[in-house]
């Protein structure tokens, strides 16, 4: 059984920061790719960054230069380092990974529990 655990939200002023971890547990043939989402109420889950296994990323726009993605060398663990936060950066984020558990033959999208970051003005 997979599972994507979250750590690291929590209560910011603007332009403070916080750093996201979510490790990938379990029987993994391969990790093609983790991201981060977020999802603020009233508003659809959107894409915050994501990278590859081979160390391609990509960021949504309302965060380039701000927010930086990152892995362990294993793979297993993305990180999220959040600097310069504002009030808009405030949802529930969540981990995801496309990858290949051992037991099924093909790729599946699995997703942590969420973690609220809040930050006030």
């Known amino acids: 059984q997979v599972q994507l655990v979250e750590s690291g939200g929590g209560l910011v002023q603007t332009g403070g920061s916080l750093r996201l971890s979510c490790v990938a547990s379990?029987?993994?043939?391969?990790?093609?790719?983790m991201g981060w989402y977020r999802q603020a109420p009233g508003n659809q889950r959107e894409l915050v960054a994501t990278?590859?296994?081979?160390?391609?990323?990509n960021y949504a726009d309302s965060v380039k230069g701000r927010f930086t993605i990152s892995t362990n060398k294993a793979g297993n663990t993305v990180y999220l380092q959040m600097n310069s936060l504002k009030p808009e950066d405030t949802a529930v984020y969540y981990c995801?990974?496309?990858?290949?558990?051992?037991?099924?033959?093909?790729?599946?999208?699995?997703w942590g529990q969420g973690t609220q970051v809040t930050v006030s003005s």
């Open positions: 990278i590859t296994s081979g160390g391609s990323t």
């Open positions: 379990g029987i993994i043939f391969r990790i093609n790719a």
């Open positions: 995801n990974a496309d990858l290949r558990a051992l037991s099924r033959p093909y790729n599946d999208d699995y």
